[in-house]
């Protein structure tokens, strides 16, 4: 599987004084590509959208978006992989890329997991914390700690124990026979695609879906636990914060629903 980062102009040039190489000020979206072209890209331009409109970030018209995601999505021929539609203040354009092999391994072996406080209790009005901007340092620092302390991943919790999200997925866990998520809206955290079209066809293998708040307490005795990603599907958490955790026969199965072969 090739390594290269195909990229695919979309219009003006990226240079060192944009705002978003000075400032990261822009938005992106990583969507999932499959034989079939780009998996839920309505769902990413609508995020897309959502972030944009956050940073007050004018957009190109969503139609020439989707002919930039359907051209990228055609210059990649290297099996399943990575896309990424990226817009700054003075341009937008695509990547195209393998899907990182550590991803696909969490995808099929499952991660360990720790927790961590975010430190805050409330998010203030302007936050950007529901966008998904290109200011990724933060994130990315988060899961380099998280390595540091002999996990795959980190999930953030509020200052009152409740679960957030981690730096770069969404949170997912079975109690019963309900699949939940957190509430982006009460949280203000990134709203997440893939768990957002995972639960809404939860009724399609007999399950309920719910959002709701969980502490990391309670989500501790939960039937399973996931972090949801593009590129991932999902991760099973197979360790909480060094408690072990039995496999979940569900795994396989809502990553057949959500269209991945576990390998």
């Given at each position: 599987?090739?390594d290269?980062?195909?990229?695919?102009?979309?219009?003006?040039?990226?240079?060192?004084?944009?705002?978003?190489?000075?400032?990261?000020e822009?938005v992106?979206?990583?969507?999932h590509?499959?034989?079939?072209?780009p998996?839920?890209?309505?769902?990413?331009?609508d995020r897309?959208?959502?972030?944009?409109?956050?940073?007050?970030?004018p957009l190109?018209p969503?139609?020439q978006?989707?002919?930039l995601?359907?051209?990228?999505?055609?210059a990649?021929?290297?099996?399943?992989?990575?896309?990424?539609?990226?817009?700054?203040?003075?341009?937008?354009?695509?990547?195209?890329?393998?899907?990182?092999?550590?991803?696909?391994?969490?995808?099929?072996?499952?991660?360990?997991?720790?927790?961590?406080?975010a430190?805050?209790?409330?998010?203030?009005p302007?936050?950007l914390?529901?966008?998904?901007?290109?200011?990724y340092?933060e994130n990315?620092?988060?899961?380099?700690?998280?390595?540091?302390?002999?996990a795959?991943?980190?999930?953030?919790?509020?200052?009152?124990g409740?679960?957030?999200?981690?730096?770069?997925?969404?949170?997912?866990?079975?109690?019963g026979n309900?699949?939940?998520?957190?509430?982006?809206?009460?949280?203000?955290i990134?709203?997440?695609t893939?768990?957002?079209?995972?639960?809404?066809?939860?009724?399609?293998?007999?399950?309920?879906?719910?959002?709701?708040?969980?502490?990391?307490?309670?989500?501790?005795g939960?039937?399973?636990?996931w972090l949801?990603?593009?590129?991932?599907?999902?991760?099973?958490?197979?360790?909480?914060?060094?408690?072990?955790?039995?496999?979940?026969?569900?795994t396989?199965?809502?990553?057949?629903?959500?269209?991945?072969?576990?390998?």
């Amino acid at each position: 599987m090739s390594d290269s980062v195909q990229v695919i102009p979309g219009s003006g040039a990226l240079t060192p004084a944009d705002p978003g190489i000075l400032h990261g000020e822009g938005v992106f979206e990583t969507l999932h590509l499959r034989p079939n072209g780009p998996w839920l890209l309505h769902e990413h331009l609508d995020r897309l959208t959502h972030s944009a409109a956050l940073l007050e970030l004018p957009l190109p018209p969503r139609a020439q978006l989707t002919a930039l995601a359907r051209r990228a999505a055609d210059a990649w021929t290297a099996g399943e992989g990575a896309l990424r539609l990226i817009v700054t203040p003075a341009t937008h354009y695509a990547t195209v890329s393998a899907v990182p092999a550590t991803a696909r391994r969490e995808r099929r072996e499952g991660i360990t997991l720790i927790t961590a406080q975010a430190g805050i209790a409330a998010r203030p009005p302007w936050s950007l914390a529901a966008a998904k901007t290109i200011s990724y340092a933060e994130n990315l620092a988060a899961k380099r700690w998280a390595r540091r302390q002999g996990a795959d991943d980190i999930l953030w919790l509020r200052t009152d124990g409740h679960a957030l999200e981690s730096p770069t997925a969404s949170l997912v866990w079975l109690t019963g026979n309900t699949l939940c998520t957190v509430p982006a809206a009460e949280t203000g955290i990134l709203p997440g695609t893939t768990a957002a079209h995972l639960l809404s066809r939860a009724a399609e293998l007999g399950l309920h879906g719910e959002e709701r708040m969980i502490t990391a307490a309670e989500l501790a005795g939960t039937e399973a636990i996931w972090l949801a990603s593009s590129l991932r599907g999902l991760a099973e958490a197979r360790t909480l914060d060094g408690a072990l955790r039995p496999a979940s026969p569900w795994t396989a199965r809502l990553l057949a629903l959500l269209g991945f072969d576990g390998s």
